[in-house]
Every structure is written in structure tokens, then in C-alpha cells.
Nanobody, 124 residues
């Protein structure tokens, strides 16, 4: 059974930076695509950043220039560095993964593996 374990997060003020990490584990697990989704109160889930095995990286329009997704030291580990966080960006950040090509523009419902989520408050 594939699992995604998230780490990082915490409280941050607007303008601050934060790093989230996600590592997949499981027997015979291979994730072609990994990324993060955000769910804010009263809003649906939206893609934040994604990366695939070809190192194709995509960001949400709001995250371009401020967020960086990268591969970690382990094969199924990814990191998300978020800089200059804005007051409107708090929410539940979830690591997602799938064995096929998906990205930030994919419907959130298509991702088949989900992490436990990290609540990220951003104080102004």
C-alpha cells in the first residue's frame, strides 16, 4: 500500500518562507508524478506545484517565481519551498502522487495517493 508522509510546515507570517517535504513509501511503489494541492476554507482544492519523472515542473500562476518544487535525496521524496507567502495562502496543503502524468492543472480528483495534509496558517 502506497503511503505519502509529509513533514515541514508550521506558522509563518506573510512574507515569510516555509518548506514542506513529502516522501512516498510502499512495496513496489512508483510515483511518476508528485505535487501539492491546497484547500483553503470555503474554496476547493487547487494545484500549487507538480513535478514528474521527466523533471517537468509546473506551478500555479500565483506560485510562479515564489515556489520551488524539487527532488529530494530519496527517489520518492520531493520538497516544496514557498517564499514570500501571502495572507490569502493559508490552508491545508496536501502532497499527492500518481503513477501517471498529472500536474497542477489536473483535476485534484485524479490524484490517487494523498498525504495526511499540513495545515498552514499565514498570519498577516
Amino acid at each position: 500500500l502506497a503511503q505519502l508522509v509529509e513533514s515541514g510546515g508550521g506558522s509563518v507570517q506573510a512574507g515569510g518562507s516555509l518548506r514542506l517535504s513529502c516522501e512516498g513509501s510502499g512495496y513496489f511503489v512508483y510515483f511518476y508524478s508528485m505535487g501539492w494541492l491546497r484547500e483553503a476554507p470555503g474554496k476547493g482544492r487547487e494545484g500549487v506545484a507538480s513535478i514528474d519523472a521527466q523533471s517537468t515542473i509546473r506551478y500555479s500562476d500565483s506560485g510562479k517565481g515564489r515556489f520551488t518544487i524539487s527532488k529530494g535525496s530519496a527517489k520518492n521524496r520531493k520538497n516544496l519551498e514557498m517564499n514570500n507567502l501571502k495572507p490569502q495562502e493559508p490552508g491545508m496543503y496536501c502532497c499527492v502522487a500518481d503513477a501517471v502524468t498529472l500536474s497542477v492543472v489536473s483535476s485534484p480528483a485524479k490524484w490517487t495517493s494523498w498525504g495526511q495534509g499540513t495545515q498552514l496558517p499565514v498570519s498577516s
